[in-house]
């Protein structure tokens, strides 16, 4: 599987989604899993949406990260497994990664004859750095804009009266 946030930055406030998908060497029945993040960094804007390809399940833990591929299962590379919108809250960095509550029976890839399958995670980071950084840099492209337009002015001839 691999984690893909669709920002490296995310400014507070700001919502951004991430795509995790996964490859599939054998059909896969359905999935749980879960995902794990710093909740004092970033948070959920909203109920997660299962790919396409499968049928959203009622995850026993509530998070809605489930769903099924009846009755031939989905095979192959780049499989949309949920799509997810996520809120910068405060600033620092968090990884997103995925995993499964061993558990949880609902959580894992299920193979023909129920049998989970093995997998691998490839998380990302996602960084709220601080609104200063944002500020300053702001301040400092506004202070060049003005020193171009003094510069500017002062290039411009001054008519001579006439007369
Ligand atoms: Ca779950």
Not at 35 to 58: M, S
């Amino acid at each position: 599987m691999t984690v893909e946030p669709e920002v490296d930055t995310a400014g507070l406030g700001q919502i951004f989604e991430v795509l995790i998908f996964a490859d599939f060497s054998e059909p896969i029945l359905g999935f749980g899993i879960d995902v794990d993040f710093d909740p004092a960094v970033i948070d959920w804007a909203d109920d997660p949406l299962v790919g396409e390809l499968w049928d959203p399940v009622f995850a026993p833990d509530g998070d809605g990260l489930a769903g099924l591929s009846p009755p031939t299962g989905l095979v192959g590379d780049g499989i949309l497994l949920v799509s997810l919108l996520f809120e910068g809250v405060s600033v620092g960095s968090t990884s997103i990664d995925v995993s499964v509550t061993l558990e949880d029976l609902t959580e894992g890839f299920v193979l023909e004859g129920g049998v989970f399958d093995s997998f691998s995670v490839v998380p990302d980071d996602v960084i709220v750095p601080e609104p200063g950084a944002d500020l300053m840099a702001a301040f400092a492209l506004t202070a060049i804009g003005v020193l171009r337009a003094c510069s500017g002015a002062a290039r411009t001839p001054i008519r001579a009266p006439k007369g």
